[in-house]
């Protein structure tokens, strides 16, 4: 795919967002969330693709599915007013589709369009199906890693923001009570990822966003999580309890403990296949 092709995808996406621009501010500041959400989630892309060391036609393809992740968000957010796919649609099947309806990614391969479109269907699943094959499974991982790295960045900035000031879809409703379930809190103990349903306040949904950790696929992603002081960003307004406290640290354990294997396994490699480096090989 060549530097013309994705500058016309860009394009084409541009277009796409002003074609669900909404008429009242409100609704406008919910569509440019996305608009910014997928500029930046590009961006993630684009430097864990670099850091493992992809060649130019895959990293290419992490852009544009990067491009393309949330294309679902702005027909979603047209018909329902809403971000919850549990109150209207699976928004990463929903942009599947429209790539596939639109016929957006005509006059590339086959086999790459077929690659694009289920990245982008699989980029919110809970856990990915196994028997992906090789390029599906690291396009897909990569867009998952992208695209969690970006929601921390907005969670984060609503959180320093008075909530009537949020984009009114940001949040999911919950109370900012101090409690956190128990059964969260289990989950994480376990390194397990949280299901959205049963969360009770907005801390657990702060420990359902730190429980992603655990699910990320490659050390470039782990290191961004550090340079940008995820944990201690999403931890700071939980109640600082000494269970809390034992979550934080088993996660600042994990990060290093993938981080340290990752760093032995390159300098085991160095000088030798220069192959990317996978989830398998971390
Ligand atoms: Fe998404």
């Known amino acids: 795919m060549d530097d013309e092709r994705i ?3 860009r394009s084409w996406f541009s277009r796409f967002v002003q074609e669900h621009a909404a008429g009242n501010e409100q609704d406008q500041r919910n569509i440019l969330l996305k608009k910014t959400h997928t500029a930046l989630v590009c961006a993630n892309a684009l430097r864990i693709a670099a850091e493992l060391g992809l060649d130019a036609a895959a990293t290419a393809q992490a852009e544009v599915i990067a491009l393309f992740h949330d294309l679902g968000r702005f027909p979603q957010y047209v018909r329902y007013r809403t971000f919850e796919d549990s109150r209207s ?5 929903l942009g599947a589709k429209v790539l596939l309806e639109q016929n957006v990614l005509r006059g590339l391969p086959v086999s790459e369009r077929s ?22 499974c690291l396009q897909a991982k ?5 695209d969690k790295l970006d929601i921390w960045r907005v969670f984060i900035e609503l959180s320093d923001r008075d909530p009537a ?8 409703g919950l109370p900012d009570t101090p409690e956190c379930s128990p059964a969260v809190i289990a989950s994480l103990n376990r390194r397990e990822m949280v299901r959205l349903t049963g969360l009770r306040s907005l801390n657990d949904f702060r420990l359902l966003q730190l429980a992603w ?19 201690e960003r ?11 406290s034992g979550v934080v640290g088993n996660l600042r354990n994990y990060v290093n403990e993938r981080l340290h294997q990752a760093a032995r396994a390159g300098e085991s490699r160095s000088g030798s296949t220069g192959s990317p480096r996978t989830d398998k090989e971390q």
């Open 213 to 231: 950790i655990y699910d990320l696929n490659f050390a470039p992603s782990l290191s961004l999580v550090l340079e940008r002081n995820i944990i």
């Open 165 to 172: 000031a949020w984009p009114s879809a940001a949040g999911l």
């Open 89 to 93: 649609v699976n928004h990463a099947v």
């Open 142 to 146: 990569l867009v998952r890693d992208a």
């Open 115 to 136: 690659v694009i479109v289920r990245a982008v269907a699989l980029h919110n699943v809970f856990i990915l199906p196994a028997g992906l094959d090789d390029e599906t």
């Open 7 to 9: 500058a016309q995808y």
């Open 234 to 244: 999403l931890t700071a307004s939980i109640p600082q309890t000494d269970e809390l």
